[in-house]
């Protein structure tokens, strides 16, 4: 539900100049007293709103939040229907998965500052500090096969890659299957989960959960991934926080495209994945996902991507394979 802070904020944020508290007042419905509870309330989170006689509002400058109204400014209301913005939550991809088995429909969107037990693959968990990262789960409703699905993950990759482009005008490689870095180090992650009718094996739902870091410093990192794992602002060491609003915004477009476009435009994304992907042509160990953690890692060579987003691989016995699943990971000479 958009509060009417929510409503204020973002008319503050898509509006040059000033805005009188009148003309927020007819355009929203509301009365003036609430607009000025609004604006007390929005100074109180860190708002810099100026007001002056006979002129109005004018924000300022404000801070890097995630809130429903600061994506407001950015996306429409209609879309915003069906996006949840939340300060805090265990996991953005268990909620959406219990709001779709509920019968969200396609779209639906959950994202919070924050998650306390937040996931990626393989059973591992995933730092979501508060007011840092994007942290994000996205609903499809396929009707295609459970066989091609596995596409969708790379797509997602692709989505992701295209919205850092566009926002921050920089271009994330991604290593496969589905991690997205800058000079070499993970900003990004992305775990999929599906849902199937076992009777008739048909899909039911797919949640692509994304966790982006943003606007980390080093501190947020634990210890042992601080040489692997980074954040957009520190590789692109901008001094300002990265408005993670237009990100998101950004992402949300990105998502809805391959919402609508898939499977049809697969040689679409299948050109963006290879023309990003890093791990083609480097050394590499590979385990099988089911027994990462005890499996003897067959090491060899990354020679391509094929037709099914599967990576080929020439091992050091002379055999190839191409893989669609497993742990890869690069080998650092």
């Not at 429909?105 to 995933?126: C, H, I, K, N, Y």
């Not at 775990?191 to 739902?205: F, K, P, R, V, W």
């Amino acid at each position: 539900m958009i509060s009417t802070k929510d409503y204020v904020i973002s008319k503050l944020l898509s509006t040059d100049g000033y805005i009188s508290g009148e003309s927020l007042s007819l355009e929203l419905g509301i009365s003036r007293a609430a607009v000025n509870s609004a604006v007390k309330s929005l100074r109180n989170d860190g708002y810099d709103i100026e007001s002056v006689t006979n002129r109005g509002y004018h924000l300022n400058n404000h801070p890097d939040l995630l809130t429903t109204g600061e994506v407001l400014a950015l996306i429409s209301e209609n879309r915003m229907q069906t996006i949840n913005v939340l300060t805090e939550v265990d996991s953005t991809n268990k909620m959406l998965k219990d709001l779709a088995y509920n019968g969200a429909p396609e779209g639906t969107v959950v994202m919070s500052d924050f998650q306390t037990a937040g996931r990626g693959r393989l059973g591992r968990t995933f730092a979501s500090p508060k007011g840092k990262g994007i942290y994000i789960s996205y609903l499809l409703r396929p009707t295609t096969s459970p066989e091609i699905i596995s596409k969708i993950t790379c797509w997602s990759a692709v989505a992701v890659r295209n919205a850092i482009l566009r926002t921050c005008n920089i271009k994330p490689s991604i290593k496969w299957v589905n991690d997205l870095q800058i000079n070499g180090k993970k900003i990004c992650g992305i775990l999929t989960e599906m849902n199937i009718e076992s009777e008739i094996g048909t899909i039911n739902s797919v949640v692509i959960g994304i966790g982006i870091n943003v606007n980390n410093d080093l501190i947020d990192f634990p210890e042992e991934i601080r040489d692997i794992a980074s954040s957009i602002r520190l590789e692109t060491n901008e001094e300002t926080p990265i408005h993670r609003a237009s990100l998101v915004a950004t992402l949300i477009d990105e998502l809805d495209k391959l919402c609508t476009s898939f499977p049809d435009a697969n040689d679409k994304y299948l050109e963006q994945y290879r023309e990003s992907c890093s791990t083609v042509g480097l050394d590499v160990s590979v385990v099988s996902a089911h027994n990462h953690t005890s499996e003897i890692p067959r090491l060899g060579t990354a020679i391509g991507i094929g037709d099914d987003f599967s990576l080929q691989v020439i091992f050091e016995d002379g055999h190839s394979e191409c893989l669609s699943s497993g742990e890869v990971s690069v080998i650092r000479r």
